[in-house]
């Protein structure tokens, strides 16, 4: 009998003090047992360390990694993924929460491929709280029960980056042995890191099983979150995702599936175009720099005429978004102003109702 436990489980802590506490409680109490809790104190200037050596003085299962100095997220996963010892490594984030038999059902997913499935993968609910905590609406973006393999499964990432399962890696079961032969490593990528691992892990994975529903609870707090519209410029937010559709080109052309796929990696690329383009007036809001519409203007001009935008957007599809159809025929248009009183319309929404907008935004 091995020695090994079926799942390791990294969770890096940077100031999250007053939610570790309970996410030990609920890694620690899941149905499965069959773990080891390995926690990354990312020199944390908050109690993180002395709760995460409390819990590992009163259970075996749990270790301790210390950084003496903070190197954020990507080096705290790579540092807990190196002292990893389990079959599947899970990355869960210490301010959300998880159903007690998530781990449970992962394990029975493992059987249905000989030596395991190299990704297991769930959906989430989305919480959402006000910047003051006060919690708001809930949205599920629920998985469904699966195997995917070969071409099938290849499809299917694109149809999960669709639907936002896809880029992150809170709700994946990686085998490790897998990772480790591929010898992956998570890179200090602001906002796409998570994308960015799991598209460099996609062309090894042979085997995925999804589960049905959505185990995980996200939390999107305003103002906390690093997607938080006014966390970062819309030159940088539009960088990263131009890079991000990069990547799922890169995936298409690589499994010769890219003129299957264009249609809906071109709607991606409109609906992170937008995003990027409201961004410019909260820039305006956040002081970060001043976008005048002869500037804006300009810098659309310039994606419009950008390789990328030529070999996605005419080509582009919403599947059923009507906001999404109607951004992707202004865009065709290629009329700055037109696609800017688009953006204008987005950014007065939020303005006007925010729970209304982030409502809106997902299609609900």
Known sequence: MSDRPLFSVVLPCYQVEEYLPEALDQILGQSCDDLELIVVDDAS??????????AAERDPRVRVVTHERNLGLAAARNSGMDAARGYYLWMPDP????????????ALATLEVPGGPDLVLFGCRERY????????YDHEI????GLWEGD???AHVFELER?????????????LDALRAAGLRFVNLRLIEDVSFNAAYAPSVTSLVELDG???????????SLTNANAYGAREYWAL?????????????????FDEQRALIGSLYVRYLLSATYRTFLDVDAGIEAWNDTRKGRWLLGIFRSDLFCELVPYAQARDSASLACAIEVARSRNAMAFMSLAHAVYAARKLSSTGFTRARSGR
């Not at 200037?45 to 409390?54: K, L, V």
């Open 163 to 175: 639907d936002t399962l896809f880029g992150y890696a809170w709700n994946k079961c990686y085998r």
């Open 129 to 136: 709280y006000a910047q003051d905590g006060t919690w708001l």
């Open 214 to 224: 959505a185990p995980y609870d996200y939390r999107k707090q305003d103002g906390r």
């Open 241 to 257: 995702h131009q890079r991000r559709i990069e990547l799922l080109v890169g995936l298409a052309r690589s499994w010769g599936m």
């Open 45 to 54: 200037p908050d109690g993180c360390g002395d709760i995460a050596r409390a």
């Open 152 to 154: 099938a499964l290849h």
């Open 95 to 106: 301010d959300d929460r998880y159903d007690p038999d998530l781990l449970a059902r992962v």
């Open 142 to 145: 629920a998985s469904r029960a």
